[in-house]
């Protein structure tokens, strides 16, 4: 997993996680190292319902801490689903388990409403988690077990989320989390699979930073 992090401070610096005292945007990447132009799809992509039955699997597979990502997508996709499911799982399930947990903590990061994938032309654009089914399915679950356990398959779960990798990074440094700003981009998701979106400024600037801060990784 690759999580990136800029800050614009009330001087415009920049690095860092900032709470409620400026401005922050972390960026973090729930499926590996960020590269443009992987995952892109000429076609368009239809949408796999998803049963309860291959959720509790996949449930039961990323609450194991010794499965990998890897292994469990392939392990859902052995039961008949198909890969770009078995990915939106193994993605949406930690993120939702991550952002029940993150909502218990004494601080809150502001609320996060969408999330960021890419077009067939290498574009990314924001959707909103209301148009993931799987997110929705995964919060309720998250929010059952919450509170009805078993704990440690819940703490497993979530520990795989950029959500609390962001936030536990963050407090190791003795940072504050209040009031901070996240943005979750998903690598391998097709943006064709979610209903049209029009890309805005934010889009646009969000391709901006990232190439600027993917070459500046690279010169280091």
């Known amino acids: 997993m690759l999580r990136?992090?800029?800050g614009v401070g009330p001087k415009g610096d920049g690095g860092g996680l900032r709470g409620s005292n400026g401005v922050a945007l972390t960026i973090a990447f729930p499926n590996g190292v960020?590269?443009?132009g992987k995952g892109r799809l000429g076609k368009e992509v239809e949408m796999e319902t998803v049963s309860n039955e291959t959720l509790q699997q996949a449930i039961r597979l990323l609450g194991n801490p010794n499965t990998t990502q890897d292994q469990a997508i392939a392990e859902i996709c052995s039961s008949g689903t198909s890969h770009l499911t078995a990915l939106r799982l193994s993605l949406f399930l930690p993120e939702a388990f991550g952002f029940v947990l993150a909502s218990h903590m004494k601080e809150k990061i502001a609320p996060i409403s969408t999330f960021s994938?890419?077009?067939k032309d290498g574009k990314w654009v924001n959707v909103e988690y209301a148009?993931?089914?799987?997110?929705?399915l995964a919060m309720s679950a998250a929010q059952a077990m919450f509170?009805?356990?078993p704990r440690n398959t819940y703490e497993a779960i979530a520990s795989r989320s950029s959500v609390m990798s962001v936030i536990s990074d963050a407090l190791n440094k003795g940072a504050s989390i209040q009031g901070a700003t996240m943005?979750?981009?998903c690598n391998g998701i097709p943006a064709e699979i979610y209903p049209k979106v029009k890309r805005t400024l934010f889009d646009k600037f969000f391709d901006w930073r990232l190439e600027r801060i993917k070459k500046a990784a690279q010169r280091k």
């Open 34 to 36: 960020w590269e443009r």
């Open 117 to 119: 994938v890419q077009n």
């Open 147 to 149: 509170h009805s356990g």
């Open 183 to 185: 943005a979750i981009a």
């Open 131 to 136: 148009s993931e089914p799987i997110f929705g």
């Open 4 to 6: 990136w992090f800029f």
